[in-house]
């Protein structure tokens, strides 16, 4: 393919077959192979002058893309530069390296609040991992936010020695890490209860430590902590938005 432009001339490779059935490059290639009498040239121009398509098929959103877009949307959102934004972020990252994936995956809301509580972070994993020692706190904490943004720890340790009492011959802490939701002391019993009820032969103490999540299947959908809850202001809106269109 070639290209003409104030007696400049270009030339590039096709790299893939468009649906029209004509042969294409992409803009990278266009952009950076194309052009031999200088980009300046073409950025002095005025928008309308310079063109290109751009194949949505061929755009790859690889991790690091996602986590700059994440990260211009949240600094913006917190009112942060991106320097900034990124300085919180690495601190998170040291105290919790098993966040470093789930970071640009987390709702605005919570990464907003362990920001804010950074500096309360270390305390908190201390006592996070004096109550459950043989699990992972950094992991724990990552999947339950609220363990280290304001969950009351006595409260927490009361639950911890009321699920070793339940289950004196398991391994409670790698349990609870790997199953969050069972820290609802009360739904779990409900969901033990419910299966016994419909598998009366099955051992559920067995069952904890070999298929949780066959027990906790059973349970109803609360959590003890929300991941990220819904505002006041927010579920009115929602529920004005149902009432104007079924109305």
Avoid: C
Avoid at 64 to 93: A, I, P, Q, W
Avoid at 134 to 152: C, Q, T, W
Avoid at 174 to 186: A, C, G, Q, R, T
């Amino acid at each position: 393919m070639k290209s003409e432009d104030s007696g400049k001339q270009a030339s590039y490779e096709f790299t893939y077959q468009g649906n029209d059935g004509r042969e294409k490059a992409t803009f990278e290639q266009a952009f950076k192979s194309g052009i031999h009498g200088g980009v300046q040239d073409y950025i002095d121009k005025a928008p309308w002058d310079f063109g290109y398509q751009m194949s949505e098929k061929n755009l790859v959103w690889h991790d690091d893309l996602k986590e700059r877009l994440y990260s211009r949307v949240v600094s913006e959102e917190m009112d942060l530069t991106e320097e900034e934004l990124e300085g919180y972020l690495h601190r998170l990252r040291a105290l919790l390296p098993d966040a470093s994936e789930k970071l640009i995956h987390m709702p605005v809301k919570t990464l907003g609040r362990l920001i804010q509580s950074i500096d309360t972070i270390p305390e908190r994993l201390m006592r996070l991992k004096m109550i459950f020692p043989k699990a992972n706190a950094s992991l724990l904490a990552i999947r339950n936010p609220e363990l280290v943004l304001g969950f009351d720890p006595d409260h927490l340790e009361t639950i911890a020695n009321e699920l070793n009492d339940m289950f004196p011959n398991l391994e409670v802490d790698k349990i609870v890490e790997e199953n969050p939701s069972m820290l609802d002391i009360e739904e779990l019993k409900v969901a033990m209860a419910e299966a016994q009820r419909i598998m009366p032969q099955m051992d559920v103490q067995k069952a904890m430590g070999s298929d949780p999540q066959l027990i906790l299947s059973f349970q109803r959908g609360t959590q003890l902590i929300p991941y990220d809850p819904v505002s006041p202001e927010e579920r009115q809106r929602d529920e004005d938005e149902y009432n104007q269109y079924y109305s």
